[in-house]
Structures are given as C-alpha cells and as structure tokens.
C-alpha cells in the first residue's frame, strides 16, 4: 500500500484538527473534547466484542465503571503514578470481562443481552456499592497527573490515548487472534473445522474489550475528577450501544466517530436550545438525547446498515488506500458485523 | 458383504449410531480409511452421509460407538481438537467466512499452522511479518493448485455457488489436513468442472499424501475416483467394496434406482 501525497495531506488536515479544536473550543466545553476521546476508546471497546466478535453487551457501562473506581482507588487511596492508575484500571477492567465472558460463553443472541444486563446491574447495585472502594454518595476522588493538570492538557492527553487504541485495533484486525475473533463471528463451526479455539478466542475478545473500557474508565475518573455510581447506569451501556450501531459495528472509524457524537450531543442540544429562540430549538433540551438517539438508530438500521461507516464508505475506503469509491460488498461485511443483523 | 479391517486405519469409525428425539439418523455405522486412499461415500437422500461427517467432526457427539484418529480415541473431542491432528472437512453449506476475501479466508485457515504468537501477530514483530508473507504465498499456491488463483481479491459474498465450493476446499487444504472429508463438492458445477475436480482430489492423494472422503450425489465419478466405497440407507451401512462390485451390487441399485435395477451407472 502506497500513501499518496493527497491521502497524507487528508491524514495530516485530521491530525491538525484534532491537535486544534482543543484550542478553538471554549475552555468551558473542553472537557465535553475530553469525554468525546473517552467515548471513541469505548466505542473500540465495544466495537471488539459486537464488531467483530459478533456478540452483544448491554452491560459495558459496568467496565467503565470498574475501570475509573479501581483507577480512583490507586490514584487517592494508594497514591500510585496515573500511568500505574491506568494499568490497574485495565487489568481490572479484563478481569470483570473474563467473568462476565465466562457467563456469556454458555448463552447467545437475546439471552446474552439480559445476561449482559443483568451483569451491568449487578456491578452497580454491589461492586459500585462498596463504599472504600467507591466513595459511597460522595463519590471516588480521581486526580489528573501533574503534566496534565489543566482541561486542554488533559484533553490531549485522552485523544492522545485514543490514537493508541486506534493503533491497537488497527494490529488487532490483521493479527492472528482478530481473524480468529472475526472468523467465529461469521460461523462458529467453520472456525472450529479450520483448528480455531472457539471458546478461547471469544473469551480472548471479552477480555480485550473489558480492558480498552477499563482504560476508559480511568480516563473518564479524572475528567471531573470525582465519579459515582450514578454515573455507570443503565442508560449509558445503552449508549455505548447505540453509538456502536449508529457508527457501523465492525469499522473503527465509524465507531469512533459514532462515540462522538453521542458523546457531544447532550451539549449540541443543551447550547442550540439555550442560543435559538426559534420554533425546534426551544422545544429540544438535552433530555430529547434518547430520543434522539433512538431515531438515528431507527435511522440506521432501515437506510444504512452499515451506520456511519457506510455513509462514508467512499471517504473511509480512500483513506484506507483504496479508490474513492463505495466497495458494496464491504457493505455487506459491515451490516453483518452488527449483532442485530444476524439470527 | 464382510467388512474390511485394516491394520493401521487413520480414520476409524465403530459402530457409531446416533439418535435425534425418535429418528435413528445412524444405527451401527462402520467406516475404516486407511493411508493415501480416496473413500467414497454413497447413499439416497436422507442416507446419514452428512451427519456421519459431523459426527467424524465432532459437531454431533454419538449416541454409541467410537472414532478414532491416528489411533487416538477422539470421540469425546471438541471439533478443533480433532481439526488440530489433522482431520479437515468441507460443509454442505459452504464453509467460509463470508465477510472476508478469498486471499483472507485462505490466511485464517492456517490458523493451526502459525507459529508466533498472538501479541508478536500484534504488535507486527520482524518474524511475524516475515510469517504473515509466508502465509500468503502459500494461501496463492493453494489457490493456483485448485485453479481459482484469479479470484484471490473477490469477496465471498458475490461469488458463484461452484466457486465458492472450490474456494472452501482450497481453504481447508490450507490448514494442512492427512484426512480430507468433502461433503458434496462438486454441488453446482458441470460435468467437466466435476471431471477435473476429481483428478485434483487424485493429486491431492498421490503428490501431497492426503487420504480423502468423499460424499457425492454424481455416482459415475464417485465410483471412478474412489479406491474403496462405502454406501449407506436410511442411516444403515448397506453396502461395502471397491467401485466395480458396489456398482454391480444389485441392492445398491435398488436403494438408488428403485425395484428393477440391478447395476448402478
């Protein structure tokens, strides 16, 4: 694969924007850039398990939440480095997926989404209870590391991390364990006649989806500093859902892109309504998001399967290296990636 | 017809009989392959020739009875497990994934044959870049020996029935199998294709050494490319021999062509 001057140009144009809208933004939103980066890294996350494991989860928003009290807990509690921080949010994040993972071997299609929920409610009303670990009503205190103390600082700090686990998936793909992890997705029986360990392989993207959202959460932790239990519901591993299949399950840049418009959103919503007295504005708050959000997944299901990633499918296929033209049968590929697509 | 015993079989199947709910699919079914041979498997509709494949496989677990690889007793084993000795099959419903690329499928099959590991396979490390080219050179060598070379870059999705049944073939002898099992290969190609298909599967037997199971609905090439030739009814072995004495068995002819018929083709 060749990168002509004109991709590396397009390439560099992303850089620079993302290396400048940290600047542009009001400082008062610069943490909503923050969030943004943190919902892409989940988004990835999710993209592992549904994308290309082919599974479901409805209960991610407990692997975030493990992820930013157990990086609270070594920041405030154990004074560790947040470098440290981040690994212990990582491992613990695995560890949650490989329970959770051992569970949902047994189970597919609609039974693994109540168990994923079930999942989801069990950390909340248990692990998310345990009061040294949490900090109770109070909330767990998260501290930033010292070169990254101010809201821009950090906000580079969480693109900057984002850009790894793009990296990281981008290696995944091409890897041996991701063209397991995708091959038993198409068809488990194929993958096991051709020597693939079923069982491991799904296990394997459990684990790599628990981690990439445990590093999440420890990012997440130290966006407002403090987090609670409130703040890993229900509600939220519904998002991460939604912006999963509204991005287009299977492809990173659609994910990722997906993640940050459900991460912005509230915010658009909540400035339009606040700026334009004019007739839709003044009726949408912030509370129409998962309304919203329903409508585009409407949306995205009847008119492009392939989400986002199929809107773009010209663009992301020249990126990519390819001609600037829609490759319709990875069209296909991306609508069968979805858990929705599939019986 | 007495049943032949080897002294050495790879593949043995021992009176293996399976039952769903009130159907007896395979009643006391006795199967030997031995080294470099071609087996041919015959039977009407409804024979149990695929769910003895699943059961040699191990998605179906048997009621009764063994199968043993190699000597090994593997009727307990998970599919891979049996995958990873060396047993590969093709399905009745092609066998591929279908969201990747011919060149892509060909480079999962080999799974089994990848020696770094996974987070070498990651982070790109010189040896598993060198591996990964060597993976792909030797999926286009498989491809160009089952004649599909020019089709390395399609996608699954698109490509014809008959293609896509060569495809999966070349995939499975990607993973590098001793026994081949194909079930109905040749479904949706001419009778040319079908005549060149089975001089492939003698190559594959003489210059890579690789003993193979056929079930095909097209008797006359069964019977011309198969050493020895099994034949089941109704779940039942009925008939076993070399081609030219299951082709004037005059029971065979019956089960395949009604009362009246007394020799097959």
Not at chain 1, 98 to 103: A, E, H, M, Q
Not at chain 1, 159 to 168: E, K, N, Q
Not at chain 2, 106 to 132: D, K
Request: net charge negative.
């Amino acid at each position: 694969m060749t990168v002509r001057p004109s991709r590396l140009a397009a390439f560099a144009g992303i850089l620079a924007l993302l290396l400048l809208i940290p600047q542009i933004v009001p400082v008062l939103y610069v943490n909503v850039i923050s969030r943004a980066a943190v919902y892409g890294i989940l988004a990835l996350s999710m993209n592992v398990l549904v994308g290309y494991a082919g599974q479901a989860s409805l209960g991610h928003a407990a692997f975030l939440g493990v992820g930013a009290f157990a990086s609270g807990y070594a920041l405030s509690e154990l004074g560790m480095p947040f470098g440290a921080a981040v690994v212990v949010a990582a491992i613990v994040g695995m560890v949650a997926a490989l329970v959770l993972g051992g569970v949902a071997l047994r189970v597919s299609g609609l039974y693994l989404a109540l168990v994923t929920i079930a999942f989801g409610l069990f950390a909340q009303e248990t692990l998310f209870n345990i009061r040294f670990l949490t900090g109770g009503g109070a909330g767990q205190v998260a501290p930033r590391p010292s070169l990254f103390q101010g809201d821009v600082a950090y906000t580079y700090l969480c693109l900057g991390v984002l850009l790894l686990v793009l990296i990281f998936d981008w290696r995944l793909v091409a890897s041996r364990p991701g063209r397991a992890i995708q091959a038993l997705r198409d068809d488990e029986r194929v993958a096991a006649s051709w020597g693939i360990n079923v069982t491991g392989h799904k296990l394997m993207a459990f684990v790599i989806s628990g981690a990439i959202a445990g590093i999440g959460g420890a990012l997440f932790a130290s966006i407002e500093q403090i987090v609670s239990k409130e703040d890993f519901g229900l509600s939220l591993s519904i998002t991460f859902l939604l912006m999963t299949v509204v991005g287009g399950a299977g492809n990173r840049w659609g994910v990722v892109q997906g993640g940050i418009l459900f991460a912005v959103l509230p915010t658009i919503l909540d400035r339009t309504h606040a700026n334009f007295h004019v007739f839709p504005f003044t009726g949408l708050t912030a509370t129409w998001e998962p309304a919203i959000g329903a409508i585009l997944l409407l949306l995205t299901l009847t008119l492009f399967p392939g989400g986002i990633a199929q809107q773009q499918g010209a663009l992301l296929s020249w990126l990519g290296g390819g001609p600037f033209k829609r490759d319709h049968d990875a069209q296909g590929a991306a609508q069968g990636g979805g858990m929705g697509a599939r019986p | 017809m007495p049943a032949r015993e080897l002294t050495d079989p790879l593949l043995e199947v021992d009176s293996v009989s399976i039952r769903f709910g009130g159907v007896q699919a395979l009643a006391d079914v006795a199967l030997q392959v031995g080294p470099n041979e071609i087996v041919g498997i015959l039977g009407p509709n409804g024979a149990g020739k695929t769910t003895l494949f699943n059961c040699v496989s191990g998605f179906y677990s048997p009621t009764r009875g063994h199968v043993r690889l190699f000597g090994e007793d593997v009727t307990e084993f998970k599919p891979e497990a049996r995958a990873q000795r060396g047993l590969g099959r093709t399905f009745q419903q092609v066998g591929l994934v279908r969201s990747f690329t011919v060149m892509e499928n060909l480079v999962v099959a080999q799974h089994m044959g990848v020696r770094s590991n996974g987070l070498a396979s990651i982070v790109g490390t010189p040896a598993a870049r060198s591996e990964e080219r060597v993976l792909r050179k030797r999926a286009e060598d498989v491809l160009d020996f089952m004649g599909i070379g020019d089709m390395r870059d399609r996608r699954i999705a698109g490509l014809p029935y008959g293609t896509l049944k060569m495809v999966e073939v070349a995939a499975v002898l990607a993973t590098d199998p001793s026994i081949l099992m194909l079930d109905e290969p040749l479904a949706g190609a001419s009778g040319e294709e079908g005549s060149a298909f089975c001089d492939r599967v003698e190559q594959m037997r003489d210059e890579l050494g690789i003993s193979i199971i056929l079930i095909e609905h097209h008797v006359p090439l069964v019977l011309r490319t198969s050493d020895y030739v099994y034949v089941l009814n109704l779940g039942t072995p009925l008939a076993e021999g070399l081609p030219e004495e299951i082709r004037d068995n005059a029971e065979v002819a019956v089960a395949y062509m009604g009362e009246g018929a007394s020799t097959l083709a």
